[in-house]
């Protein structure tokens, strides 16, 4: 009998609508993760749930609202049909669910759906190029926890990056190209911020801010978050023919700042300040069009440069559900086999 592969796109997880109650549930879920905000217990329990959730979900609704589409969140949309695209590529012997760590469809729920159906291997997917305890981590995490309850315990394997996969850099190369990137003045390579005290742990002996991974991928990089930003970007500007000059790598999303650096928006502002008209950014660290992107770059960012003298910040449009990309998946998938 053909044996049956179970495959789990996982991702971090959207709000189930734009609306006051279903953003505070999402993240009173994604704050009270311990990978997410690593606090003190009982400090992240009076940060998160009597400070931050009250006061961020009324703003975080107004952000989802932009986004929001007829079929849904932009994020839970694209997984499906790349979920949709992947079943039929990879064929019967496969199951593809979508898993998402926070909210629905959830991740413990494919989950159940796997161990009902004695599947006889799981390859779990997380959707971030780049590993990050955040990301990555938080849901290998689940996934442990909940499949050492199942008396069976399936064959689980486990791609926890591919920020150096071939097809990745060939297909977003190619989503990049789409956008002449020659007739821009500057290219900005936009990644999620982390916070110091979470990269630190992953190489203790060096502290994130002093690792010279701007300029080669150093020897404690395999899982270090900012070292491999910086090698997916000089593999990027490899394919594409950039020139050093051409192009920055910044941070987005902070916190504070004792986050990766230098910052997103902060780049916006110098860039424009110098007289820079029109820049493209690209987020290799997004496989999927979400609030970061969507709203952060296209919008915010795009205000904030022409607040100090731009013109245009063109956002570059994730893989999303692209072909190629599906294509390069289903590579990854079967290699795994």
């Known amino acids: ?7 789990i796109l996982a991702n971090v997880g959207t709000p ?3 609306t006051v109650p279903a953003v505070r549930k999402y993240l009173f879920e994604f704050l009270n993760d311990r990978r997410v905000i690593d606090l003190p217990w009982l400090l992240q329990k009076i940060l998160v749930n009597l400070i931050i959730v009250p006061f961020r979900a009324p703003k975080s609704t107004k952000l989802y609202k932009k ?4 079929k849904g969140s932009p994020l839970l949309v694209i997984s499906n049909e790349t979920r949709d695209k992947l079943q039929e590529k990879l064929g019967e012997n496969y199951a593809v669910f979508v898993g998402m760590r926070y909210r629905n469809p959830s991740l413990k729920t494919a989950l159940l759906t796997i161990q009902e159906k004695r599947f006889d291997k799981v390859v779990v997917l997380p959707m971030f190029p780049q590993y990050a305890s955040s990301t990555t ?4 995490q689940l996934v442990n926890s909940e499949t050492a309850k199942w008396n069976v315990t399936p064959e689980i394997v486990t791609v926890s990056q591919f920020y150096n996969n071939p097809g990745f850099i ?7 190209s789409k956008y002449n990137p020659v007739e821009y003045d500057h290219i900005i390579f936009s990644y999620h911020g982390l916070p110091f005290s979470q990269t630190d742990r992953v190489h203790p002996e060096i502290k994130t801010a002093t690792c010279y991974c701007e300029t080669e991928m150093p020897a404690h990089g395999k899982f270090c978050y900012k070292a491999t930003c910086y090698e997916t970007t000089r593999l990027l500007a490899r394919e594409l ?3 050093k000059s051409a192009y920055s790598v910044a941070f ?5 700042k004792n986050w990766l650096n230098p910052f997103s928006d902060e780049e916006i502002i110098r860039l424009a300040k110098e007289g820079k008209k029109r820049i493209l950014v690209a987020a290799p660290a997004f496989i999927a069009d979400c609030l970061e ?5 296209g919008i915010e960012y795009q205000n904030l440069f022409e607040k100090n003298g731009g013109e245009k910040v063109q956002l570059v449009k994730s893989l999303n559900s692209n072909n190629d990309w599906v294509d390069v998946l289903a590579e990854i998938i079967t290699s795994k086999n």
């Open 1 to 7: 009998m053909t044996k049956k592969t179970a495959i």
């Open 16 to 18: 189930d609508a734009p």
């Open 67 to 70: 986004l929001w589409t007829e």
């Open 137 to 140: 981590g938080t849901i290998v």
């Open 170 to 176: 060939k297909a977003f190369a190619a989503q990049i």
């Open 241 to 243: 023919g950039f020139p």
């Open 252 to 256: 987005q999303s902070r916190l504070t």
């Open 293 to 297: 992107t969507i709203v952060e770059i």
